[in-house]
């Protein structure tokens, strides 16, 4: 059966996958929120953006087929979370809820606080998200909160390869707290042959640990998300 309720964690891609499928689904009704700060998936992405809506207000638009963003305001721009009944109760209401339930600063790969992810109880698969052009990069420079890693806090200038890229796909895996089969894991930004071939090691290892693992562009490929998770 599908997803009703989809979350997307890690780094280097979350809300590029929440806009793909937002349009790609957007026959059905759709919540796309978060659980953290994200900025409004504006239209053509989402129909509409609702900030600070009150619970009739958006329950009606998740009556009309068309992705719906909303969340309280924030700063800068961004929105935050919905208060936890509300969103249970838009969850109900549409097909299916896009979240985004981690933030990374805009950096390629991620570890996590142990307040992190966060992931919403009704989440029943989450998407792991990873950025491939962190390869051959500092550790400092494409990995946000390096530093909860003790190696790489004293050393920094640690170039990122396929063990780093490793060790943060398998951290952002457990800190889910999901059995395998609920969690997917994009290696992203293979926007180039060689890029794709040098992360292939990685998938390898991460399907032997049991993760359904791609390589692919979100960028060049947006029509990745919508087959590889809907189509079953």
């Known amino acids: 059966m599908p997803p009703k309720f989809?979350?997307?964690?890690?780094?280097?891609?979350?809300t590029t996958a929440?806009?793909?499928?937002a349009r790609a689904l957007s026959a059905k009704r759709v919540l796309v929120t978060t659980t953290t700060h994200m900025f409004p998936v504006l239209p053509p992405d989402c129909r509409t953006v609702l900030t600070d809506p009150v619970p009739d207000e958006l329950l009606a638009q998740l009556q009309l087929p068309g992705a719906v963003c909303a969340g309280r305001q924030s700063d800068g721009g961004k929105l935050r979370t919905l208060s936890s009944d509300l969103l249970a109760q838009a969850a109900e209401a549409a097909d299916l809820t896009l979240c985004e339930a981690d933030g990374a600063h805009r950096l390629p790969l991620k570890l996590h606080r142990a307040d992190e992810p966060v992931l919403p109880p009704q989440t029943d698969l989450c998407?792991?998200?990873?950025?491939?052009?962190?390869?051959?990069?500092?550790?400092?420079?494409?990995?946000h909160r390096f530093a909860l890693h003790a190696d790489w806090a004293a050393g920094p200038e640690q170039l990122v390869g396929i063990p780093e890229l490793l060790y943060c796909v398998r951290e952002t895996a457990a800190a889910c707290g999901l059995p395998p089969e609920r969690l997917r894991v994009l290696l992203n930004q293979a926007d180039t042959p060689s890029l794709a071939a040098q992360a292939e090691p990685a998938a390898r290892a991460l399907r032997a640990?049991?993760?359904?693992?791609r390589i692919g562009s979100l960028h060049s490929d947006p029509g990745l998300l919508h087959c590889w998770i809907f189509s079953a």
């Open 209 to 213: 640990d049991g993760l359904d693992c």
């Open 18 to 21: 929440l806009c793909t499928l």
């Open 6 to 14: 989809v979350s997307v964690v890690g780094a280097s891609g979350k």
């Open 127 to 143: 998407l792991i998200v990873a950025g491939l052009s962190a390869l051959g990069r500092p550790v400092r420079d494409v990995v």
